[in-house]
T-cell receptor, first 114, second 116 residues
Framework: KQEVTQIPAALSVPEGENLVLNCSFT??????LQWFRQDPGKGLTSLLL?????REQTSGRLNASLDKSSGRSTLYIAASQPGDSATYLC?????????????FGGGTRVLVKP | DAGITQSPRHKVTETGTPVTLRCHQT?????MYWYRQDPGHGLRLIHY???????DKGEVSDGYSVSRSKTEDFLLTLESATSSQTSVYFC???????????????FGEGSRLTVL
């Protein structure tokens, strides 16, 4: 059974510092990996999707890497801002079957202090 | 927004009553999912659908049923609600009708259910 772990569970940084969020998974036979952001009381917003054949994806200040062989992904957020404060979740899907059923990590709660 | 509407957004009910949550999409996506989110357990898949009238169970399906009679609507029913079903329920969609189906999931805003 796939297990996804995100460490640390919470992170506090001063504004301007780069954020590094970690995600590890136990079964390397994944179809893709997705990073989400969740604000309190809100739904999940998709940030980046990395297909299993890719090593990284970039969007603005966000960069996500994927190392399937070691079962790890890292989300980098450059020059953090208070508006980046949220919970970040990673999720992996197994080899594509009927839909992409995701297994989620527990999330990293980020606070960016002005 | 990915064109996903969940209703109701908030509901308080009593143990033993039936509850139906609705997910409506305007994206014509093939796959639809119901997840629940609980402190200490994260997000867990309840049921999913891979087409009209085609559904299957997720990891926490006991006590829940689903139906999908139209592409755009996916209903989650709690036949007899229990306090353990107090949670935030999220609907998600994936599988665009276009050629580039990346498998990316898009989530609704959630439905907060309290069972007293």
């Amino acid at each position: 059974k796939q297990e996804v772990t995100q460490i640390p569970a919470a992170l506090s940084v001063p504004e301007g510092e780069n954020l590094v969020l970690n995600c590890s998974f136990t079964d390397s036979a994944i179809y893709n990996l997705q990073w989400f952001r969740q604000d309190p009381g809100k739904g999940l917003t998709s940030l980046l999707l990395i297909q299993s054949s890719q090593r990284e994806q970039t969007s603005g200040r966000l960069n996500a890497s994927l190392d399937k062989s070691s079962g790890r992904s890292t989300l980098y957020i450059a020059a953090s801002q208070p508006g980046d404060s949220a919970t970040y979740l990673c999720a992996v899907s197994q080899i594509k079957a009927a839909g992409n059923k995701l297994t989620f990590g527990g999330g990293t709660r980020v606070l960016v202090k002005p | 927004d990915a064109g996903i509407t969940q209703s109701p957004r908030h509901k308080v009910t009593e143990t033993g009553t039936p509850v139906t949550l609705r997910c409506h999409q305007t994206e014509n996506h093939r796959y639809m999912y119901w997840y629940r989110q609980d402190p200490g357990h994260g997000l867990r898949l309840i049921h999913y659908s891979y087409g009209v009238k085609d559904t299957d169970k997720g990891e926490v399906s006991d006590g829940y049923s689903v139906s999908r009679s139209k592409t755009e609507d996916f209903l989650l029913t709690l036949e007899s609600a229990t306090s353990s079903q107090t949670s935030v329920y999220f609907c998600a969609i994936s599988g665009s009708s276009g050629s580039a189906n990346t498998g990316e999931l898009f989530f609704g805003e959630g439905s907060r259910l309290t069972v007293l």
